[in-house]
């Protein structure tokens, strides 16, 4: 049972560059999230997802997609990278009808 | 959309004293408050949460008070030790249509010096 698992760990990459981050959880969790960690400040959601094939706009979205084509990945991606997007992002899960999120390891991204 | 403060952002005590962090919310909505503990390069890790038909809920060293009324709530631990440092994030959620996303504080830096 590894919880939540985030691919890459590290990444670096130049502005105007695409890639995506992966999400797994082996835990059968309906509820995904993609959080983003800049220092000095809390997370901040950019998406999540109710269940397979939904997904829905965060509080920070812009320059972000994500797709929830199976249950137990939620995929968060950059089409054009920006030094803005420079970050550490975090993927979690939450069980229907519980409060509690489980983080994944995050990826720390750096975008020059 | 909610919105949470953290005070202080930085707290040094003695290995032994209590440190108290304090968090603010703005939706009257909000209904539950996790506390996460994040070590360096690490992911945030739940402590304790409460719920808002609880004021106060405790597990051994910590506990968490919440005044609906005030919309305040606070992180208390006692007997502090050295491997409690970290950086402690309050956050807050509502129920709404399952989302139950979770607005986090900016963070707390505790240091206990030995």
């Known amino acids: 049972n590894a919880g939540v698992t985030q691919t890459p760990k590290f990444r670096v990459l130049k502005t105007g560059q695409s890639m995506t981050l992966l999400c797994a959880q082996d835990?059968?969790?309906?509820?995904m999230y993609w959080y983003r960690q800049d220092p000095g400040m809390g997370l901040r959601l950019i998406h999540y997802s109710v269940g397979e094939g939904t997904t829905a706009k965060g509080e920070v979205p812009d320059g972000y997609n994500v797709s929830r084509l199976k249950k137990q990945n939620f995929l968060l991606g950059l089409e054009s990278a920006a030094p803005s997007q420079t970050s550490v992002y975090f993927c979690?899960?939450?069980?229907?009808?519980?409060?509690?999120?489980?983080f994944g390891p995050g990826t720390r991204l750096t975008v020059t | 959309g909610e919105n949470v403060e953290q005070h202080p952002s930085t707290l040094s005590v003695q290995e032994g004293d209590s440190a108290v962090i304090k968090c603010t919310y703005s939706d009257s909505a909000s209904n539950y408050f996790p506390w996460y503990k994040q070590e360096l390069g690490k992911r945030p890790q739940l402590i304790i949460d409460?719920?808002?038909?609880?004021g106060e809920k405790k597990d051994q060293r910590i506990a968490v008070t919440l005044n609906k009324t005030a919309k305040h709530f606070s992180l208390h631990i006692t007997e502090t030790q050295p491997e409690d440092s970290a950086v402690y994030f309050c956050?807050?959620?509502?129920?709404?249509?399952?989302?139950?996303?979770?607005?986090f504080g900016s963070g707390t830096r505790l240091q206990v010096q030995p």
């Open positions: 409460i719920r808002s038909n609880v």
């Open positions: 835990m059968n969790h309906e509820y």
């Open positions: 956050a807050a959620s509502r129920e709404d249509t399952g989302r139950r996303a979770l607005t």
């Open positions: 979690a899960s939450r069980d229907r009808g519980r409060d509690e999120q489980y």
